[in-house]
């Protein structure tokens, strides 16, 4: 059920995520003390390419992970097995990558400026 | 106060996957184990019980079961160990399909060792001169630390990803997989990255470690997988690159 292909998958997005969370804690924590608003902070993460691979690639990350995740327990607890559970791991994938991809649409894109 | 007067409650189950737990009244002995309880109620009680064993010195790995929800050896485990309050509960081993009473069908578990690339492929024939292993070498310990592998399928039964995955080598096969690719008599080394990759292979061990836990010979298959996982994952690169 987890095959090669799928735990490197697994593997490979769980370091890309923890460096990745790592930096968005730390910039967190930084942009609140320095007394930043939201509005300051959108007015900084907008137009910004950096910005948008940062978090674009977190959340690819996040949804390959979490699918194949997800994917171990249902099959393990649940029962649910073949073409199924091919297809409840894709849905889970496209749903986190499309909730994704909104929010990084909306923090990221569009001209700068508060 | 005598021995012999004492009374165990052992339940014991019967019949195949559909049946039931049986209680019998069996005197105490000192120095008793597990195995001669179920052999007394065999020889006095019912000679109807089934159930397996050959050694009873911890060498042949015929006679695992569970005992109160845990699978042991039983010929190697003193019933006092495991008494609680005057009653045992024994069972046949889990994760595998129940033949009668405390015997198990251990085909899935021999079919898995041979699906992992457990059967071993000399490197060389009688006629070859023997090529020199070093016991201390870094592979060689490698594959040294599960040669003493009974096949009892005591970590089998307590692996719960086997219970979840069906398909799941577990614990006794991937060991002796990783215990062949560390073997440098083994002729089939590579192949056997590729048996434990599979839909049903080593990357679905959640290194929980019971099987580690479990296993009457101190053996280690937890770390063993992880030699596995480790070996492969590299592999996938070394195939790209
Ligand atoms: S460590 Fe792996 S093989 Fe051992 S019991 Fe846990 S899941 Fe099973
Ligand atoms: S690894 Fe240990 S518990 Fe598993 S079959 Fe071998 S001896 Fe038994
Ligand atoms: S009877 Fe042989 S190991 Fe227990």
Redesign the interface.
Same mark, same amino acid.
């Given at each position: $059920?987890?095959?090669?292909r799928?735990? $490197?998958a697994q593997?490979i997005s769980a370091l890309i995520m923890a460096p990745l969370t790592l930096g968005h804690i730390a910039v967190m924590i930084w942009a609140v003390q320095g007394g930043l608003s939201a509005g300051e902070i959108l007015g900084r993460t907008q137009g910004s390419v950096f910005w948008f691979l940062f978090y674009g690639t977190f959340v690819a990350a996040v949804s390959v992970h979490a699918a194949i995740g997800l994917r171990?327990i249902v099959?393990?607890?649940v029962g649910i097995s073949g073409k199924t559970l091919t297809a409840l791991t894709w849905a889970v994938f496209a749903v986190l990558i499309a909730m994704g991809a909104r929010a990084v649409w909306a923090v990221t894109a569009g001209a700068g400026g508060a | 106060m005598s021995a012999q007067a004492e009374k165990l409650d052992v339940s014991v189950w019967r019949g195949d996957s559909d049946g039931a737990y049986q209680t019998f009244q069996v005197p105490a002995y000192e120095s008793q184990t597990i195995l001669d309880v179920v052999s007394w109620i065999q020889q006095y009680a019912d000679p109807t019980l089934t159930y397996r064993f050959a050694c009873r010195v911890g060498m042949c790995g015929s006679c695992a079961m569970m005992v109160n929800g845990r699978p042991r050896w039983t010929c190697r485990t003193h019933i006092k160990t495991v008494v609680k309050d005057g009653a045992v509960q024994i069972g046949p081993l889990r994760n595998l399909p129940v033949i009668k009473d405390l015997a198990a069908d251990m085909d899935p578990f021999f079919d898995k060792w041979v699906a992992a690339g457990g059967v071993h492929a000399p490197s060389g024939s009688r006629y070859d001169p023997i090529e020199p292993v070093d016991p201390a070498g870094p592979e060689r310990t490698e594959a040294s630390a599960g040669i003493e592998c009974i096949n009892c399928s005591v970590c089998y039964a307590a692996c719960d990803t086997v219970a979840g995955n069906a398909d799941y080598l577990g614990p006794a096969a991937l060991q002796r997989a990783w215990t062949l690719y560390n073997d440098a008599k083994h002729d089939a080394r590579e192949s056997i990255l590729d048996a434990v990759s599979g839909t049903g292979g080593c990357h679905n061990c959640h290194s929980m470690g019971s099987c580690t836990v479990y296993c009457p010979n101190e053996l280690d298959p937890m770390s063993a997988i992880a030699g596995l996982k480790r070996e492969t994952a590299k592999n996938f690169f070394r195939k790209r690159g």
């Amino acid at each position: $059920m987890l095959d090669l292909r799928l735990y $490197m998958a697994q593997r490979i997005s769980a370091l890309i995520m923890a460096p990745l969370t790592l930096g968005h804690i730390a910039v967190m924590i930084w942009a609140v003390q320095g007394g930043l608003s939201a509005g300051e902070i959108l007015g900084r993460t907008q137009g910004s390419v950096f910005w948008f691979l940062f978090y674009g690639t977190f959340v690819a990350a996040v949804s390959v992970h979490a699918a194949i995740g997800l994917r171990v327990i249902v099959y393990e607890h649940v029962g649910i097995s073949g073409k199924t559970l091919t297809a409840l791991t894709w849905a889970v994938f496209a749903v986190l990558i499309a909730m994704g991809a909104r929010a990084v649409w909306a923090v990221t894109a569009g001209a700068g400026g508060a | 106060m005598s021995a012999q007067a004492e009374k165990l409650d052992v339940s014991v189950w019967r019949g195949d996957s559909d049946g039931a737990y049986q209680t019998f009244q069996v005197p105490a002995y000192e120095s008793q184990t597990i195995l001669d309880v179920v052999s007394w109620i065999q020889q006095y009680a019912d000679p109807t019980l089934t159930y397996r064993f050959a050694c009873r010195v911890g060498m042949c790995g015929s006679c695992a079961m569970m005992v109160n929800g845990r699978p042991r050896w039983t010929c190697r485990t003193h019933i006092k160990t495991v008494v609680k309050d005057g009653a045992v509960q024994i069972g046949p081993l889990r994760n595998l399909p129940v033949i009668k009473d405390l015997a198990a069908d251990m085909d899935p578990f021999f079919d898995k060792w041979v699906a992992a690339g457990g059967v071993h492929a000399p490197s060389g024939s009688r006629y070859d001169p023997i090529e020199p292993v070093d016991p201390a070498g870094p592979e060689r310990t490698e594959a040294s630390a599960g040669i003493e592998c009974i096949n009892c399928s005591v970590c089998y039964a307590a692996c719960d990803t086997v219970a979840g995955n069906a398909d799941y080598l577990g614990p006794a096969a991937l060991q002796r997989a990783w215990t062949l690719y560390n073997d440098a008599k083994h002729d089939a080394r590579e192949s056997i990255l590729d048996a434990v990759s599979g839909t049903g292979g080593c990357h679905n061990c959640h290194s929980m470690g019971s099987c580690t836990v479990y296993c009457p010979n101190e053996l280690d298959p937890m770390s063993a997988i992880a030699g596995l996982k480790r070996e492969t994952a590299k592999n996938f690169f070394r195939k790209r690159g």
